[in-house]
């Protein structure tokens, strides 16, 4: 399906990233307009949601298909277009807010500096005018920007790399197993006693490779690598190309 038909596919994990959004934001209605209580004491959504990378991409596209609507309008409609999807982007951000996620939110500011760069390397005024757009944004949602920015410092100086390397280890350990296990893992429903998270039975990691290794194995793994790496050697040849 994602090589028939990419765009319905991605629509499709945007879709699902953002229902997940709203599952997490409604787990946590009694501290939604609270952001200094976000990420404190026990999560209030078991299913750990906001942590699916459906919602993180769901982010990434709404940002991106926003400001490709906004800079490049054929019509009143495409403003209006950008400026919806640009509002629906907010919905993972704060679901990943909420659960205090720093590599999601470190990535999708990333993103937004990227792209920032990109554009005003091509054309300096739409570049400026997107700078202004995000300074005043960023204005703008200071109230929760601010809490949430000490929060997830507090919880890196609290936690640190939060055991990634002892998390790697218990993958490791269960791909050791077998051969079987080793190239084709431990099926989408595997768990693991994940030191991440206190030793809690978990059904993910918080690396997208070693979730892979333990649902789907050095076969699975090397499978999805291909299907991102062969799209991005893609769009840079494309990039440069038309440079």
Not at 113 to 139: K, M, W
Not at 141 to 170: D, Y
């Amino acid at each position: 399906i994602a090589f028939f038909k990419p765009q319905q596919f991605l629509m499709a994990l945007t879709g699902i990233g953002l229902l997940f959004s709203i599952r997490t934001i409604l787990s946590y209605q009694e501290i939604l307009l609270i952001p200094s209580s976000w990420g404190q004491g026990p999560p209030a959504d078991l299913l750990y949601l906001a942590n699916s990378p459906e919602v993180l991409f769901s982010a990434l596209y709404c940002i991106g298909q926003a400001g490709y609507f906004l800079l490049n309008p054929s019509s009143r409609m495409d403003r209006l277009k950008g400026l919806s999807i640009a509002l629906l982007g907010i919905l993972p951000i704060m679901a990943m807010g909420l659960m205090t996620q720093r590599a999601g939110i470190g990535a999708v500011f990333a993103y937004i500096v990227i792209g920032i760069c990109y554009v005003t390397y091509h054309n300096p005024r739409s570049g400026a005018i997107l700078i202004l757009s995000a300074l005043a944004f960023g204005l703008a949602l200071s109230p929760i920007l601010e809490p949430l920015l000490f929060l997830l410092w507090e919880k890196t100086n609290i936690v640190g790399l939060n055991a990634r390397g002892q998390e790697w280890s218990v993958v490791t350990t269960i791909l050791s197993d077998s051969w079987k296990t080793m190239l084709l893992g431990e099926g989408w429903g595997g768990r693991i006693e994940n030191p991440a998270v206190g030793g809690l039975s978990v059904n993910y990691t918080h690396s997208l490779i070693s979730s892979f290794l333990l649902k789907t194995g050095v076969i699975g793994t090397i499978g999805m690598l291909v299907t991102i790496i062969i799209p991005v050697i893609k769009t840079l040849k494309f990039i440069f190309i038309t440079e």
